[in-house]
């Protein structure tokens, strides 16, 4: 971290007490326009986040399930203040946090990382490894000389399960499980608080999906991240994620810790997701 926003947010930390949530969402909306059904008519929007409101807590692993085009996306960007809600607002340890100029939210980008469904649309081809894996560092201005980048990069490759030299090699040269721990390394290299992955393994070989959850479990524990983990197999976040938010049509349909809301659903929507998962746990 520079100097110049740690003091900022040293003071905001202090102002924000203990009882503050590490990530806290209040009636956070958003929708798009539908396509013009006539030329004179008014433009009809679709609802894809219908006021959400939700807390996360330091250490937590949340998990938001819902099935295709329940806006689960459009949340998530909206909570890393990716995109710009119509209505609502996030804080992140009390401090409020909106998309505006990229250098107002720099702070905000190193706390808060995410890895995407499909590694090959965050890693660009022409990058070897390592440049990928460095790149956020000197997009967040937290890079440091040639050869703490170099240690960083390195270390981030290991936690992952990588050996340090495949930074060399291209993403191309990697299996879609090693990609996807390629891009959990990147997300992890300027060291966040908070690491959330839109369905990681949805991409990914069946073969290979424990693994990658794992390793995020593992990451969780061991670089005491808070983790958000999206999902539309409910089966996916049930091991990984103590608390769970089940989203229907943009609206939370429930949320609670993962074992109540798996064992005693209060959603019936929720009853036709467990259904769709093959075997019960506990
Ligand atoms: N950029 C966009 N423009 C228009 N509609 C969108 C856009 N992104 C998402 N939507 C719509 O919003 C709804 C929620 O989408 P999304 O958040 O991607 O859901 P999920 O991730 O749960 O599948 C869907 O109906 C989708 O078609
Ligand atoms: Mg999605």
Do not use: N
Request: aromatic residues 2%; contains cysteine; hydrophobic residues 45%.
């Amino acid at each position: 971290m520079t100097a110049d926003t740690t003091g900022d947010m040293t003071a905001d930390m202090a102002a924000a007490g203990p009882d503050v949530p590490l990530l806290e969402a209040v009636g956070l909306r958003r929708g798009y326009p539908l396509p013009r059904t006539s030329l004179t008519g008014r433009r009809a929007r679709r609802e894809a986040v219908r006021d959400v409101s939700l807390r996360v807590e330091e250490g937590a692993a949340l998990g938001i399930v819902g099935e295709s085009g329940a806006g689960k996306s459009t949340l998530v960007r909206l909570l890393l203040a990716l995109d710009r809600p119509d209505a609502g607002t996030v804080r992140y340890r009390g401090r409020e946090v909106r998309p505006g100029r990229p250098s107002s939210l720099r702070w905000f980008r190193r706390e808060a990382q995410i890895v995407l469904q499909d590694p090959m649309s965050s890693l660009d081809p022409r990058m070897t490894v390592a440049r990928a894996v460095a790149e956020p560092l000197r997009a967040l201005g937290v890079a440091g000389d040639r050869a703490a980048t170099a240690a960083r990069v390195a270390e981030v490759l290991t936690a992952v399960g990588l050996e340090p030299e495949m930074g060399r090699r291209y993403p191309h040269e990697f299996s879609g499980g090693q990609r996807q721990r390629i891009a959990i390394a990147r997300a992890l290299a300027p060291r966040p608080r908070i690491l959330v992955g839109d369905e990681p393994v949805s991409a990914l070989d069946v073969s290979v999906r424990a693994q990658v959850l794992d390793l995020l479990a593992r990451l969780a524990a061991t670089e005491g991240l808070t983790l958000i983990v999206v999902s539309h197999d409910l089966g996916v976040v049930r091991h990984l994620c103590d608390q769970v938010l089940i989203l229907h049509e943009g609206a939370v349909a429930e949320h609670g810790p993962t074992a109540r809301v798996l064992t005693d659903p209060a959603h019936p929507y929720t009853r036709r997701l467990l259904d769709a998962v093959p075997r019960l746990p506990v």
